[in-house]
């Protein structure tokens, strides 16, 4: 069983930035394509970025395309999300999930493994 713990989450004012990480208990993460999502009380999680297994490839929503970049590393199992411009539309909890699988994936149903999520607020 995988187990993904985000951190970096918290109380920032509009335009302000954070860094999201997500650190992944699994010994082969670089087999695992990751993603975020986010979600608001009362709606669906929604798509934030992804990454393959590389790191290579990339791609983000819309909604944050050119102020969110996402990232990894995984000789330390980790997989970032730094939140630039932030809005308080960006307001929400910030989940991670991975997939042994090659891609980029944009559903949550393909993603096996999720985290706990860390609270993003982001006030006017």
């Known amino acids: 069983q995988v187990q993904l713990v985000e951190s970096g989450g918290g109380l920032v004012q509009a335009g302000g930035s954070l860094r999201l990480s997500c650190v992944a208990s699994?010994?082969?993460?670089?087999?695992?394509?990751m993603g975020w999502f986010r979600q608001v009380p009362g709606k669906e999680r929604e798509f934030v970025a992804a990454i393959d297994r590389s790191g290579y490839t990339t791609d983000v929503a819309g909604s944050v395309k050119g102020r969110f970049t996402i990232s990894r590393d995984n000789a330390k199992n980790t997989v970032y999300l730094q939140m630039n411009s932030l809005k308080p539309e960006d307001t929400a909890v910030y989940f991670c999930?991975?997939?042994?699988?090659?891609?980029?994936?944009?559903?949550?149903?393909?993603?096996?493994?999720w985290g706990q999520g860390t609270q993003v607020t982001v006030s006017s």
């Open positions: 999930a991975g997939t042994p699988s090659r891609g980029v994936y944009y559903t949550t149903r393909l993603y096996n493994y």
């Open positions: 699994e010994r082969t993460f670089s087999n695992y394509a």
